[in-house]
């Protein structure tokens, strides 16, 4: 397949690709026919240095399941990346017929929610090479974490990205459960789930955290974190939360509660709690702290000048 039977939209930016050997072929917005697919595929062969495939909100028309098969198995393809794509049966058993495949981009792949999620269990389950799999902007509910993450403990995930899910508490259980069992794990993403994801959820994750000593980066932007949640998440590089007392009766003097001391996540190089309602001295002390713990301040993303 030459340059020329892609669409004109596509033509340069593959000719700028092919001349600087890049590992991503864009070809996102594309309309995918039987011919189209077995065309691409003889043209990745040929090209064997495109590593990634985007096929980003294209559509597909009537290529059958051995044609989509036939193209996400060229062997040097690592990364497909799905967004927009409505997530159907054919390009489910794809997907799965395709070891060489270790990273998905399902964005906002759901279709007919029970129906997608179903597709998603039938995936993970049968593909075991996934490392990287990004389902944000999906309409995740409680019960699929439950069902996800009860299949996926023997499954090597290094980066899980749920951001615009609404996760809910109920939610963060499930993947803290995960956390405290899983020895791959190296990113996670929570971010945009607004006001579902509070301070009670950041005090399980950081319990799970406690026990986790895998995790690198941790995002959590646009949540509903506020004071309680920062300074649980300021325990993870040393920060300790303030005595409070405790009175027994009125004639008793007042007792300060005993703390453990905080255990600094080594592990963690990226914090991202951007867009959350922290008081900035709180913020000025998660930074302090972030420094103390001998890590790049680089790592923790912070809004000083926040306004909901």
């Known amino acids: 397949m030459s340059i020329e039977e892609f669409s004109h939209q596509h033509q340069i930016s593959i000719a700028n690709a092919i001349e ?15 011919n189209f697919a077995v065309n691409l595929t003889n043209f990745l062969g040929s090209h064997t240095f495109f590593t990634s495939i985007s ?16 193209l996400f198995s060229s062997h040097q393809v690592t990364h497909i990346s799905l967004v927009g794509v409505p997530l159907i049966p054919d390009i489910t058993h794809a997907l799965k017929a395709a070891e060489n495949i270790k990273s998905i981009d399902l964005t906002s792949c759901f279709c007919k929610e029970e129906t997608s999620l179903d597709l998603i269990y039938e995936l993970i389950t049968e593909q075991t090479h996934i490392t990287h799999l990004n389902l944000s902007m999906n309409p995740l509910k409680s019960i699929f974490f439950e069902k996800f993450f009860s299949i996926s403990n023997d499954y090597p995930f290094e980066t899980l990205n749920f951001s615009h899910c609404a996760i809910d508490e109920i939610s963060v259980q499930h993947i803290c459960d995960y956390l405290q069992n899983t020895t791959t794990l190296l990113h996670l993403n929570l971010s945009h789930s607004s006001e579902s994801l509070d301070d009670d959820c950041i005090d399980h994750i950081v319990d799970a955290l406690h026990v986790n000593t895998t995790l690198v980066s941790l995002r959590l932007t646009d949540n509903d974190i506020h004071t309680e949640g920062g300074i649980a998440l300021g325990s993870l590089v040393g920060l300790k939360a303030p005595k ?20 600094v996540l080594e592990s963690l190089d990226v914090l991202d709690i951007r867009r959350n309602p922290l008081k900035t001295r709180l913020k000025q002390d998660l930074l302090k702290h972030w420094r103390s713990a001998g890590k790049d301040t680089r790592g923790l993303m912070m809004t000083f000048y926040y306004q909901q």
Do not use: C, G, M, W
């Open 20 to 34: 600087r050997k890049a590992e991503l072929l864009n070809l996102s917005h594309s309309t995918l026919d039987h």
């Open 55 to 70: 096929l980003d909100y294209s559509q597909f028309n009537d290529v059958s399941t051995e044609t989509l098969t036939s």
């Open 244 to 263: 409070r007392r405790k009175r027994r009766d009125k004639e008793e003097p007042e007792e300060e509660e005993s703390e453990d001391e905080p255990i």
